[in-house]
């Protein structure tokens, strides 16, 4: 099999802002280097929030101008408003990740507006990229499969967002399952109606693996045919807004999975699995990821 499954690492951004030990900037530098090394070739480094509300990501432009440039190398930086898409061009961000809520009872907590309004300040973002230049652009539409607020959420909610951003000329959509609610029959069937709404977007999901089921999701998608998932190491994760939300699946789980399959991934997995013993060592806790605590297969010596 040679289809190649991009991997977008989220551990610097999405896999600290939940954690109680507060790395040093330094730290998550050698965080983003080790990832790197290891592979990882997009990854979420920087969240543009008020460090007051997530001091986690304390250090958004100091980390994000260290990141030296280099071939296939896109450092993205998370963006809630306007502000943050300041602060993203101000720093020279590769890409920008525009979080987009599906529900208003979780986007009033989370960023302090109705999905309404985030929808209008992606507009704007767009509208300013196309006459003043800018990062690449992307889009997260978070709690797309279930709110720990508003509940259920539609397949209809989440396709008329993504119409909308696809009529708007975003060339990237993630659904994301912020919470991990999702199952891999509603993932499939969700991919399927949101390719119908935005056919020229680029398709990318986040899975969590709050109730167990982040790696069928993962498979689930990669089966209806999406090449770009998320994933951060040590399985890592969180949303300081969102009760028991714990972490992403791992990427060292995604690496095993697939490259088992035959899937080229381009990562490390042996190197990967350091770099997650590593962080977990920094914040006082085993790794989450299955893979980081039992090793690959067949072992090395």
């Known amino acids: 099999m040679n289809r190649k499954i991009q991997i977008v690492e989220v551990g610097p951004r999405d896999g600290l802002q939940n954690e109680k030990v507060l790395l040093e900037t330094e730290q998550k530098l050698d965080f983003i280097a080790r990832l790197r090394a290891a592979g990882a070739q997009r990854i979420e480094t920087v969240s543009f929030v008020n460090p007051r509300r997530v001091p986690q990501m304390a250090g958004a432009e100091e980390i994000m101008a260290a990141q030296p440039p280099a071939d296939g190398f896109s450092p993205i930086g998370l963006v809630l408003n306007a502000r943050g898409w300041d602060r993203a061009v101000a720093a020279g961000c590769a890409e920008a990740n525009v979080v987009v809520c599906a529900t208003d009872g979780f986007g009033v907590r989370n960023q302090g507006a109705t999905t309404a309004e985030q929808m209008d300040t992606l507009a704007a973002i767009v509208a300013r990229r196309q006459a003043e230049g800018g990062p690449a652009l992307s889009v997260t539409f978070s709690v797309a499969f279930g709110c720990p607020f508003d509940g259920e959420v539609s397949t209809g909610q989440v396709v008329a967002l993504a119409r909308a951003a696809g009529e708007l000329g975003v060339p990237e959509i993630a659904l994301a399952d912020t919470i ?42 990669v089966e209806a045919g999406v090449d770009v998932l998320d994933a951060s190491c040590g399985g890592l994760g969180g949303c300081p807004f969102a009760p028991d939300a714990t972490g992403n699946i791992g990427t060292e789980d995604l690496v095993y999975m697939l490259e088992r399959a035959g899937f080229a991934t381009g990562y490390d997995l042996d190197a990967l699995i350091e770099t997650a013993r590593w962080v977990s060592g920094l914040l006082g806790k085993p790794p989450a990821a299955s893979v980081s605590r039992a090793g690959g297969f067949p072992t090395t010596a």
């Open 180 to 221: 991990g609610v999702a199952d891999p029959w509603t993932v499939r069937e969700r991919i399927e109606a949101v390719r119908k709404a935005a056919p020229d977007a680029v398709l990318r999901v986040h899975f969590h693996d709050t109730r167990n089921t982040g790696l069928a999701n993962a498979f689930a998608a």
